[in-house]
């Protein structure tokens, strides 16, 4: 069984680089190696109810996720946000203190949002944003195991449980489906790996650099027929604009 150390040599990829990720990191990862996870599950059973409780409050106010492209029906995959790479959704945390207490104990959390699937929806197979973290999913509330509803990545099918997290490397090829009558949600967290902790701004400004891009094209189709080369000079535009204050992160 491989662990964190047989990945110390690993170096940050990003979606911008182009290519396919062609690193060390598995597709899925054993959630028994991280001690986070076990008490993070223990106390599933009040995190489910609160969480819950600010779904009902939402009602029908879940966002879409910004990439429409994605989802086999249009608004087909929504979520709400609590952290979103490094930030603070104070509007969410506020509303939900419980949620946000459960989710900040999670070691090197930079991200975490709701989920939401619907029914007889897929997600297109797309690459991650980087390889610098761990995507973890925490099952809520799954309408049917494997294989009605579950994930793939790098060519490797899976389910979700309720109540347990599974891990994987957001670099590979991956898609979800929900081949069911109900909708399907779930928690997903982004954890940076713990050799990456010390370039965690650096990691984070890229992201946020990378998806202001992408918002950016989906405004504005022409930017995504650009050389590479302008998009580049776009997107390190945007990541000295947040790294300056001059522009804030826009949740997905």
């Given amino acids: 069984m491989s662990s964190e150390k047989d990945y110390l040599d690993e170096k940050p990829w990003y979606s911008y680089m182009g290519g396919v990720y062609k690193g060390k990191y598995p597709a899925y990862f054993n959630p028994a190696d991280y001690d986070w996870v076990k008490q993070s599950e223990a106390e599933f059973g009040p995190?489910?109810?609160?969480?819950?409780?600010?779904?009902?409050?939402?009602?029908?106010?879940?966002?879409?996720?910004?990439?429409?492209?994605?989802?086999?029906?249009?608004?087909g995959w929504k979520i709400t946000t609590f952290y979103f790479w490094g930030k603070r959704v104070n509007e969410s945390c506020d509303?939900?203190?419980e949620v946000e207490a459960y989710l900040k104990k999670i070691p090197g959390l930079l991200s975490a949002s709701v989920s939401w699937l619907d029914p007889q929806t897929n997600i297109a197979p797309h690459y991650g944003d980087s390889n610098a973290m761990f995507r973890?999913?925490?099952?809520?509330?799954?309408?049917?195991?494997?294989?009605?509803?579950?994930?793939?990545?790098?060519?490797?099918?899976?389910?979700?449980?309720?109540?347990?997290?599974l891990l994987f490397c957001d670099a590979h090829y991956h898609s979800a489906w929900n081949n069911t009558d109900k909708p399907r949600y779930i928690i997903i967290a982004d954890v940076i790996h713990p050799h990456f902790e010390k370039r965690r701004r650096e990691i984070c400004m890229n992201v946020h650099s990378l998806l202001r891009l992408q918002q950016i094209e989906m405004r504005h189709a022409f930017v995504s027929k650009l050389p590479g080369k302008v998009r580049g000079i776009i997107r390190r535009i945007c990541k000295l604009g947040f790294e300056m204050g001059l522009l804030q992160p826009r949740q997905r």
């Fill in 136 to 165: 973890c999913h925490l099952g809520i509330s799954i309408p049917e195991p494997f294989p009605a509803c579950g994930l793939e990545v790098n060519g490797e099918k899976r389910g979700w449980e309720e109540g347990k997290w």
């Fill in 47 to 75: 995190f489910k109810i609160a969480l819950e409780k600010y779904l009902n409050q939402l009602g029908d106010n879940l966002q879409p996720y910004f990439l429409r492209t994605l989802p086999s029906k249009p608004g």
């Fill in 95 to 97: 509303a939900a203190p």
